[in-house]
Protein backbone atom coordinates (compact mmCIF):
# COMPACT_ATOMS: atom_id res chain seq x y z
CA UNK A 1 0.00 0.00 0.00
CA UNK A 2 1.51 3.10 -0.64
CA UNK A 3 2.29 5.56 1.93
CA UNK A 4 1.54 9.69 1.37
CA UNK A 5 2.75 12.46 3.46
CA UNK A 6 1.24 15.74 3.01
CA UNK A 7 2.88 19.08 3.89
CA UNK A 8 2.75 22.69 2.77
CA UNK A 9 -0.60 23.71 5.13
CA UNK A 10 -1.35 27.08 7.30
CA UNK A 11 -2.28 29.96 8.00
CA UNK A 12 -2.82 32.09 5.38
CA UNK A 13 -4.86 35.87 4.58
CA UNK A 14 -7.73 36.04 2.55
CA UNK A 15 -6.14 36.32 -0.96
CA UNK A 16 -3.24 34.74 -0.33
CA UNK A 17 -1.39 31.78 -1.81
CA UNK A 18 -0.28 28.36 -0.55
CA UNK A 19 1.47 24.94 -2.20
CA UNK A 20 0.45 21.62 -1.09
CA UNK A 21 2.80 19.13 -1.50
CA UNK A 22 1.78 15.05 -1.33
CA UNK A 23 5.11 12.75 -1.33
CA UNK A 24 4.68 9.16 -2.07
CA UNK A 25 6.28 6.01 -1.31
CA UNK A 26 6.70 3.17 -3.66
CA UNK A 27 7.93 2.67 -7.39
CA UNK A 28 4.44 2.62 -9.51
CA UNK A 29 3.99 6.69 -8.54
CA UNK A 30 3.57 7.41 -12.71
CA UNK A 31 0.57 4.92 -12.65
CA UNK A 32 -1.12 6.38 -9.88
CA UNK A 33 -4.28 8.69 -10.22
CA UNK A 34 -3.50 11.35 -7.79
CA UNK A 35 -6.39 13.71 -6.31
CA UNK A 36 -6.33 16.66 -3.57
CA UNK A 37 -9.69 16.22 -1.72
CA UNK A 38 -10.92 18.58 1.25
CA UNK A 39 -13.42 19.00 4.19
CA UNK A 40 -14.15 22.02 5.04
CA UNK A 41 -15.80 22.26 8.97
CA UNK A 42 -19.23 20.26 9.43
CA UNK A 43 -18.76 19.09 5.32
CA UNK A 44 -18.61 15.99 3.76
CA UNK A 45 -15.05 15.94 2.22
CA UNK A 46 -14.94 16.87 -1.27
CA UNK A 47 -12.95 16.48 -4.48
CA UNK A 48 -10.62 19.14 -5.38
CA UNK A 49 -9.29 18.19 -8.14
CA UNK A 50 -7.00 15.18 -9.63
CA UNK A 51 -4.59 14.62 -12.11
CA UNK A 52 -3.73 11.28 -14.05
CA UNK A 53 -0.29 9.80 -14.63
CA UNK A 54 0.04 11.15 -18.41
CA UNK A 55 -0.78 14.49 -16.68
CA UNK A 56 -4.55 14.95 -17.61
CA UNK A 57 -6.35 17.27 -15.30
CA UNK A 58 -9.60 17.19 -13.56
CA UNK A 59 -11.12 20.61 -11.39
CA UNK A 60 -14.16 20.71 -9.12
CA UNK A 61 -16.12 23.63 -10.77
CA UNK A 62 -15.42 25.96 -7.38
CA UNK A 63 -11.97 25.88 -7.48
CA UNK A 64 -11.11 26.17 -11.31
CA UNK A 65 -9.10 29.18 -12.17
CA UNK A 66 -7.55 29.51 -8.71
CA UNK A 67 -6.28 25.91 -7.84
CA UNK A 68 -3.43 23.89 -9.89
CA UNK A 69 -2.73 20.56 -9.13
CA UNK A 70 0.31 19.06 -10.88
CA UNK A 71 2.88 16.31 -10.29
CA UNK A 72 6.57 15.24 -10.58
CA UNK A 73 6.83 11.49 -10.92
CA UNK A 74 10.50 11.88 -10.61
CA UNK A 75 10.28 13.00 -7.42
CA UNK A 76 6.78 11.12 -6.30
CA UNK A 77 5.25 14.00 -5.40
CA UNK A 78 2.11 15.61 -5.90
CA UNK A 79 1.38 19.53 -5.85
CA UNK A 80 -1.83 21.71 -5.31
CA UNK A 81 -0.78 25.45 -6.27
CA UNK A 82 -4.03 27.43 -4.28
CA UNK A 83 -4.06 31.33 -5.13
CA UNK A 84 -6.74 33.42 -4.62
CA UNK A 85 -7.89 31.97 -1.26
CA UNK A 86 -11.09 32.79 0.69
CA UNK A 87 -12.04 31.83 3.95
CA UNK A 88 -14.51 29.68 2.39
CA UNK A 89 -11.32 27.66 1.03
CA UNK A 90 -10.27 27.00 5.09
CA UNK A 91 -10.44 23.07 5.16
CA UNK A 92 -8.36 19.84 5.85
CA UNK A 93 -6.75 19.34 2.49
CA UNK A 94 -6.05 15.54 1.94
CA UNK A 95 -3.99 13.27 -0.98
CA UNK A 96 -5.40 10.58 -2.55
CA UNK A 97 -3.61 7.65 -4.83
CA UNK A 98 -5.79 5.61 -7.00
CA UNK A 99 -4.93 2.33 -8.91
CA UNK A 100 -7.48 0.68 -10.29
CA UNK A 101 -9.67 -0.84 -7.03
CA UNK A 102 -7.38 0.06 -4.63
CA UNK A 103 -6.84 3.48 -2.83
CA UNK A 104 -4.64 5.41 -0.28
CA UNK A 105 -4.97 8.28 1.47
CA UNK A 106 -2.91 10.72 3.45
CA UNK A 107 -3.15 12.14 7.02
CA UNK A 108 -4.46 15.55 5.92
CA UNK A 109 -2.90 18.95 6.36
CA UNK A 110 -5.14 21.65 7.49
CA UNK A 111 -4.89 25.30 5.89
CA UNK A 112 -6.73 28.41 7.38
CA UNK A 113 -7.55 31.09 5.55
CA UNK A 114 -7.95 34.43 7.84
CA UNK A 115 -6.70 37.49 8.67
Known amino acids: QVQLVESGGGLVQPGGSLRLSCAASGSLFSFYVMAWYRQRPGKQRELVAS???????NYADSMKGRFTISRDNGKNTVYLQMNSLKAEDTAVYYC?????????WGQGTQVTVSS
Open 96 to 104: KAEFGRASS
Open 51 to 57: ISGGGNT
